[in-house]
């Protein structure tokens, strides 16, 4: 029997009849094509499937889809709503991916950490990525562009709003 889930996605109302059973996810990918979010494990270790629910980061195959409901999530599909997100920027310039599998799930990772922690230490990005695991890079070129990321985001928070044009 199925059931009736209502959410956000990107900034987009969802609504599905789903099983009770299904993986968050399972509805990402398979539901609603978002394939973006990947899968890499079936022990909740490497990451690869984080999204952001209402702001904080989650490993989506820990959670059922059902669970979701009334909730706001975000993938790596909604990060490049005008332009690069200053992180996929971040990971382009500085390299830090290789084969990409981890990217997605670092990357939103990462967004959920920065609104937390806008102008972290090494250390502290280290400690919050470390539930992602990457196969590639060896974290050195993730963490770079992470701190690109966070330099930029400042930056651009920092900057004068937009001088309005004066009509005369
Ligand atoms: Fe590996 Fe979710 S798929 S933690
Ligand atoms: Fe290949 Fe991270 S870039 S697993």
Redesign the pocket.
């Known amino acids: 029997m199925g059931r009736t889930v209502k959410l956000t996605v990107n900034g987009q109302e969802v609504s599905r009849e789903v099983e009770p059973r299904l993986l968050l ?1 399972h509805f990402i990918r398979e539901d609603l094509n978002l394939t973006g979010t ?12 984080t999204i952001n629910m209402d702001g904080k980061a989650v ?4 959670i059922f889809a059902v669970q979701a409901d009334g909730r706001s999530i975000e993938t790596i599909e909604g990060m490049a709503q005008n332009g690069l997100h200053p992180l996929q920027e971040g990971f382009w310039e500085k390299h830090g991916l290789q084969c990409g599998y981890c990217t997605p799930g670092m990357i939103m990772c990462a967004n959920a950490f920065l609104k937390e922690n806008p102008q972290p230490t090494e250390e502290e990005i280290r400690w919050a990525i470390s539930g992602n695991l990457c196969r590639c890079t060896g974290y050195v070129k993730i963490v770079e562009a992470i701190q690109y990321a966070a330099n930029k985001i400042q930056a651009q928070a920092a900057q004068p709003s937009e001088t309005k044009e004066v009509v005369a």
């Open positions: 996810v990947h899968i890499g494990c079936d022990t909740t270790s490497c990451g690869a499937c490993k989506s195959c820990t």
